[in-house]
């Protein structure tokens, strides 16, 4: 089993930025594709970014321009940095991955951006 553990969450003002972090750790083969998706209250789970094993990213429209996702293989760990911050972005925030074609989510870190 693989487990994804998130941490950076936080509450920041609109504007404001704040960078996620989760680390995989467990039995792991080879970790492929690494994700973050997010859940707001009484809204349907979405994808935000995600990132290959070589490094290509794709990312949300409602998100382009201000989140960056990067991922340290070394270290089995994938990042989120948000900049520019709305209130519109006020959601759990989940790490997924992907290892021997199983996925994995992590429990998730609240971002609440409110001024």
């Known amino acids: 089993q693989v487990q994804l553990v998130e941490s950076g969450g936080g509450l920041v003002q609109p504007g404001g930025s704040l960078s996620l972090s989760c680390a995989a750790s467990g039995s792991i083969f080879r970790i492929n594709a690494m994700d973050w998706y997010r859940q707001a209250p009484g809204k349907q789970r979405e994808l935000v970014a995600s990132?290959?094993?070589?490094?290509?990213?794709n990312y949300a429209d409602s998100v382009k321009g201000r989140f960056t996702i990067s991922r340290d293989n070394a270290k089995n760990t994938v990042y989120l940095k948000m900049t520019s911050l709305k209130p519109e972005d006020t959601a759990v925030y989940y790490c997924?991955?992907?290892?021997?074609?199983?996925?994995?989510w992590g429990q998730g870190t609240q971002v609440t951006v409110s001024s």
């Open positions: 997924h991955a992907y290892d021997r074609g199983w996925g994995y």
């Open positions: 990132i290959g094993s070589g490094g290509n990213t």
